[in-house]
Every structure is written in structure tokens, then in C-alpha cells.
């Protein structure tokens, strides 16, 4: 079956980055978008950006731009999403989703991940 | 506050039926598929509707989505305990370049 397996919990200092990964199983990963979405404490959710894993071509949400860079690594079906600058405020929990359809972009999540939980604390 | 409107939160009896509104613009629902996701307790959020109205392989048919005009609304029929979770709506924004959410709405089964 389909599934998204996501690197564990993390705590950052301010200031510091945080790469989390997503490996993909149970489908050919170069056919599907995958997306980052997170989630604060008690929030709702908020798109970060997206990766073409064929290409390695990238959108990233405005607010995001010049500190998330989102990879991936074909040779092993896994995404990254690193997150530069961290602040108090991205203290998050962050999961990534693949498209759902095998082409473009239809802009529907599944599935998602499990979650990786980013805490930013001096 | 969120691109996407939607009500804090939505309770009915076991056995009812309830609609959960997502009110966006013309840039965004308005000339956008629109998708739902469901939110257990502790858990990642999971796809219920896409395409405004379709449900994905496994999703009963007590969930339903519609769109009219810059307005979504998911129907849920049946309610059932397990029901209990936050539900969101998404879509793409032409203005903004992006995927929105609307803020979620927490459904109690009474």
C-alpha cells in the first residue's frame, strides 16, 4: 500500500535548520508531486510548497521563500524539507502528502504522512 | 486568519446529519476544485472529498462535498462517534500562488 514515512521528532535552538524526511513507499515516487504542510499547536494547517520529485523542480509558499528548501533523492523514494532560520513560531508539526494523481499538479493531498514533530526552544 | 472561512465548530446528535461551510473568492473556490480532510484526535489529517464532490476508494458514502459559486460544504450523514475530528477545506488560490486552508472546524457528536 501507499505509504509516508517521516523522520522523528526534532528540537532546535533559534537560528538553527531542521531537515525532515519523507520516504515514499508502495507507488513509482517520480510520478508524484509531493507537498509539505504544517501544522502549529492547536492550528490549522498551512502549505509550505511543493516538489516535482522527477524533475527536483520546487514551488514554495511566499511566506517561506529564502528559508525552506525542499530535496529529494530518487536513488531511495525520499522527499526533504529543510527549514533555515528557525524561530520560536515554526515550532510545528510537519507532514508531508503526495498529489493525487499521477500527473501535474491536481492539488489534493493523499496520502499524508505521519507527522514530524519540529520544536524551537532556546 | 485563514483565506478559507469556515465555522469554529459543528455538533449534532449520534444518527444526524451535518454540513460544515467553506466560504472563500473568485480567486480561490470560486474557480478552484475544492478538497476535504478529516482529523482524528493525534493523528495527520486524511483526504475525505476532492474534486468538490468525490470521494477517494474507501470513504463511505455518508461523506459528501458540493460547490456553488465561492461556497463549499461537506455533509456528513449517519454521524457516528467516530466522526468526532477536526474537518478542513483546501483549495488553490490564483492570486496568492498557493494551496489555502480554511481554519478548520471541530465536529462533536453529542
Known amino acids: 500500500q501507499v505509504q509516508l514515512v517521516q523522520s522523528g521528532a526534532e528540537v532546535k535552538k533559534p537560528g538553527a535548520s531542521v531537515k525532515v524526511s519523507c520516504k515514499a513507499s508502495?507507488?513509482?515516487?517520480?510520478?508524484?508531486?509531493m507537498y509539505w504542510v504544517r501544522q502549529a499547536p492547536g492550528q490549522g494547517l498551512e502549505w509550505m510548497g511543493w516538489?516535482?520529485?522527477?524533475?527536483?523542480?520546487?514551488k514554495y509558499a511566499q511566506k517561506f521563500q529564502g528559508r525552506v528548501t525542499m530535496t529529494r533523492d530518487t536513488s531511495i523514494s525520499t522527499a526533504y524539507m529543510e527549514l533555515s532560520r528557525l524561530r520560536s513560531d515554526d515550532t510545528a508539526v510537519y507532514y508531508c502528502?503526495?498529489?493525487?494523481?499521477?500527473?501535474?499538479?491536481?492539488?489534493?493531498?493523499?496520502?499524508w504522512g505521519q507527522g514530524t514533530l519540529v520544536a524551537v526552544s532556546s | 486568519q485563514s483565506v478559507l472561512t469556515q465555522p469554529p465548530s459543528v455538533s449534532a446528535a449520534p444518527g444526524q446529519k451535518v454540513t460544515i461551510s467553506c466560504s472563500g473568492s473568485?480567486?480561490?473556490?470560486?474557480?478552484?476544485?475544492v478538497s476535504w480532510y478529516q482529523q482524528l484526535p493525534g493523528t495527520a489529517p486524511k483526504l475525505l472529498i476532492y474534486?468538490?464532490?468525490k470521494r477517494p476508494s474507501g470513504i463511505p458514502d455518508r461523506f459528501s462535498g458540493s460547490k456553488s459559486g465561492t461556497s463549499a460544504t461537506l455533509g456528513i450523514t449517519g454521524l457516528q462517534t467516530g466522526d468526532e475530528a477536526d474537518y478542513y477545506c483546501?483549495?488553490?488560490?490564483?492570486?496568492?500562488?498557493?494551496?489555502?486552508f480554511g481554519g478548520g472546524t471541530k465536529l462533536t457528536v453529542l
Open positions: 502528502a503526495r498529489d493525487g494523481a499521477i500527473t501535474g499538479t491536481t492539488l489534493w493531498f493523499d496520502p
Open positions: 508502495g507507488y513509482t515516487f517520480i510520478d508524484y508531486y
Open positions: 516538489i516535482n520529485p522527477n524533475s527536483g523542480g520546487t
Open positions: 473568485s480567486s480561490n473556490i470560486g474557480n478552484n476544485f
Open positions: 474534486d468538490n464532490n
Open positions: 483546501g483549495t488553490w488560490d490564483s492570486s496568492l500562488s498557493a494551496v489555502v
